[in-house]
């Protein structure tokens, strides 16, 4: 990671432009973003994510081609590895330590991101003792913005019969990790695939001695691992 960015020349919405651009390119396993590829995932017209890109190519932290479609330079990939590390430690701190649900630290980790002192981030880390996942099971960069991507099986994704445990959620909503909560599933929860539903491709899961009947929606923003038959 290049330890000479001037972060402070980067408004709150252009470090949120960085690091949706990194999230749908590294993460969603994207090479290259199209403007209203951005704008939808942002929630912004076509229009205002145009005129940001302007801004971070001027800086010199996007480039684009002919039509449009967005690459991150080095260094617009090092902001948004900060980041997304910030982001992911203050969630693992509210959750750990100020008794915040999983449901509610992402809007408040949202905010804190943005907090530029680096000195405050090594210490939340240090005090922490360098955890490399959050809540929600997502994997926390390093200090040397060292970040791995582990290939994920969506609970969509599975047969009847299968056995798997639930690893990770991609949806931060939180509506959505309410709805988690709700019905009882947590990080490490076991789940059997007990029908698929031909009609909506609604699933049938059992886990904790419970059963519930969940959208497809639902099961694609799941993430989960295997569990081999023995």
Same mark, same amino acid.
């Given at each position: ?60 932290? %996007?480039?684009?081609? /002919? #039509? ?10 090092? *902001?948004?590895?900060?980041? !997304? $590390? ?87 909503? %939180?509506?959505?990790? /309410? #709805? ?10 076991? *789940?059997?695939?007990?029908? !698929? $539903? ?33």
């Amino acid at each position: 990671m290049t330890n000479k960015l001037n972060l402070n020349n980067l408004t709150k919405s252009e470090e949120d432009y960085l690091k949706a651009l990194f999230q749908l390119l590294i993460e969603d396993n994207s090479t290259k973003v199209g403007n209203n590829q951005l704008a939808d995932y942002l929630k912004v017209s076509p229009a205002s994510t145009n005129n940001m890109i302007k801004k971070l190519k001027a800086k010199k932290y %996007v480039v684009s081609e /002919k #039509y449009g479609k967005l690459e991150l330079t080095e260094d617009g990939q090092s *902001i948004a590895v900060r980041l !997304i $590390r910030k982001h992911r430690l203050w969630e693992t701190f509210l959750y750990n330590y100020l008794n915040f649900s999983w449901d509610e630290v992402h809007e408040v980790a949202e905010q804190l991101e943005h907090i530029k002192s680096q000195k405050l981030i090594n210490e939340l880390d240090r005090f922490m003792e360098c955890p490399t996942t959050d809540p929600h099971g997502e994997i926390i960069p390093n200090a040397n913005g060292e970040y791995s991507i582990v290939p994920k099986i969506t609970l969509s994704s599975l047969k009847e019969g299968d056995v798997c445990q639930l690893i990770s959620v991609n949806d931060g909503s %939180v509506q959505f990790l /309410k #709805y988690v909560s709700e019905i009882g599933l947590a990080l490490s929860s076991e *789940i059997k695939i007990m029908e !698929i $539903r031909d009609f909506d491709k609604s699933i049938k899961i059992k886990f904790n001695e419970a059963e519930e009947t969940v959208t497809r929606k639902f099961a694609d923003n799941v993430f989960v691992k295997i569990i081999p038959e023995l």
